[in-house]
């Protein structure tokens, strides 16, 4: 990927609600994509990521995201969402050489 | 947990003075790389390494150096900081790349205010 692109700055959701946080990726070759989950004061870990093969990768926590190549999406959903889930998501792709570059990321706030 | 420290964890500077920010992996990983972390940018690539003495720049590198003299050193330097390089600053690692199908693993962060 060249560029990744989160447009959702911020969504607020109900517990149980279903989510679906959107990212598109500019082609640059190779396509690697990952979503990647900051916890409040914590580190990014690694929530799914896609290579090639199926589409419909399944991570971690229920999460999973659909690669879209004639959309260029990776979108991330969830059909049922907790308190626990309240965190920033971040949409990374491969660039080149060693290096993946994130999108600005999706502020995710669960109302109890 | 990946074995990744980053001291200090927090820092407060004046501007002009220089800083170094050290991590530190007890996983004996090839690839080291610096990010800094910003609202509305994500996360942006400074500089990485992909082996002892081996680094190439990111995409935001002025302003700053590294150096890796260990395996299990990454050491991220600002000659002389500005308060444009206000940010939170995450250390990562992988064990390889191959177009990035390695996961990174991230070090706790260190939070530097540059006054």
């Known amino acids: 990927a060249q560029s990744v692109s989160q447009h959702n700055h911020h969504v607020i959701l109900s517990e149980a609600a279903s989510l679906e946080l959107g990212c598109n990726y500019s082609y640059g070759g190779t396509v690697n994509l990952f979503w990647y989950v900051q916890y409040p004061g914590q580190h990014l870990q690694l929530l799914l990521k896609y290579f090639s093969g199926d589409p419909l990768v399944k991570g971690i926590k229920g999460f999973e995201a659909e690669f879209i190549k004639s959309k260029f999406s990776f979108n991330l959903r969830k059909p049922s969402v907790q308190w626990s889930d309240t965190a920033e998501y971040f949409c990374?792709?491969?660039?080149?050489?060693?290096?993946?570059?994130f999108g600005s990321g999706t502020r995710l706030s669960i109302r109890p | 947990d990946a074995g990744i420290t980053q001291s200090p964890r927090h820092k407060v500077t004046e501007t002009g003075t220089p800083v170094t920010l050290r991590c530190h992996q007890t996983?004996?990983?090839?690839?080291m790389y610096w990010y800094r972390q910003d609202p509305g940018h994500g996360l942006r690539l400074i500089h990485y390494s992909y082996g002892v003495k081996d680094t190439d720049k990111g995409e935001v590198s002025d302003g700053y150096s590294v150096s890796r003299s260990k395996t299990e050193d990454f050491l991220l330097t600002l000659e002389s900081a500005t308060s444009s390089q206000t940010s939170v600053y995450f250390c990562a690692i992988s064990e390889s790349s191959d177009r990035g199908r390695y996961e990174q693993y991230f070090g706790p962060g260190t939070r530097l205010t540059v006054t």
């Open positions: 990374a792709g491969y660039s080149s050489a060693s290096k993946i570059i």
């Open positions: 996983e004996n990983h090839r690839y």
